[in-house]
């Protein structure tokens, strides 16, 4: 018996013919062509499925507060003051309300997995942490939302920051992050990053850096120490846009040694694109690293929303089919193969960066399904697809109507 049939469904990454998708107590229980079997049933006309998108890396906490600041420059200085500045008035409740309208956004685009990135320091103490923990319960039915706390303003310049960190990770925070570049001792701050990792058994997540200077770089700190506390396949960098700083050749040596060390790499185009090159006035370089390079070379790559409405991003709906587009558009992917690629960018790669083993449309798995309005990766990526329908455990979460156009009745 199941509960639901999906059917003609083209699987991402699977085979070209259309299947059934048999799904049975939240499962999928069952990919067969023609399935024989009783039960609700969904015709998708060939469209293409996902398992939903994978965001690794938003701020829930800071978003949409637009209206509380005023953009001038448009520098990662001016970002940082204003954003700290309107984090003083913060309240638990206007982060949960704020959290739940972005987080809706997200789920209406297809997400069905995110790690969300949590601010933790002396100032708003554990009012974010707290929001989020009750958005992830009420929100639980659409997403699995993953806490990634950390000291976005320093660790070791900031007393009394580290305790509030173990105090969040004895509450049950699931992942931890680092952002060295606001320490006054960086090296020292991913240092205290990993032993809290080590101590509570979680992955890790930096903030790595921030600017196009590629003379220096913080990385190989960081790979260093993944080695030291055999911690590869458990580290991620994300802002790592001094690699968009370097030469194919540099990069490529640089990405080899990431996919042996198992350090991933988050690459965020929209703040990326806003912040980056500012001491320019023409010729602005991009600052976005070549995710789907790298990927190449054998390290695990994701693409993500980052900020939305907010001073480091004043852009945003949460779209993770719009960023693998503009990445893409960005970074000038040629070919319609690699094009297609950019997909996973947004899909397996980022599943796999956050080590969800039950991630993807196979039996087994938590029957997580998005319904994208095309049949194939490449036109995913290519046109933008909708998002028209998902699923969260086999239980409908969105639904989204196909555009439909209107002839005017002597036409038809
Ligand atoms: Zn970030």
Redesign the pocket.
Known sequence: MLDLILRDARIAGGEQRPVDIGIRDGRVAAIEHGLAADAPERRLEGRLVVGGFVET?I?LDKSCILDRCNIREGTLAEAFSQTTAAKRGFTEEDIFARAAGTLTKAIVQGTTRMRT?VEIDPRIHLKGFNAMRRLKADYAWAVDLELCVFPQEGLLNDPGCEELLVEACEAGADAIGGCPYADTDPDGHVAHIFALAKRFDLDIDF?LDFDLDPSWMRLDEVMRQTDRHGWGGRVTV??ATKLSAVDTQALAAIGRRLADAGVAVTV?PA?DLFLMGRDHDHNVPRGVTQAHRLAGHGVTCSLAT??VLNP?TPFGDCSLIRMANLYANVAQVGGSAEIASCLDLVTTSPAKLMNLADYGIAVGNPADVVVLDCQSSLSAVAELASPLLGFKRGRETFSRPHAVINWPNEQR
Do not use: E
Request: aromatic share 10%.
């Open positions: 890396h701020h990135h903030h994300g802002h965020i703040t980052n900020n480091f």
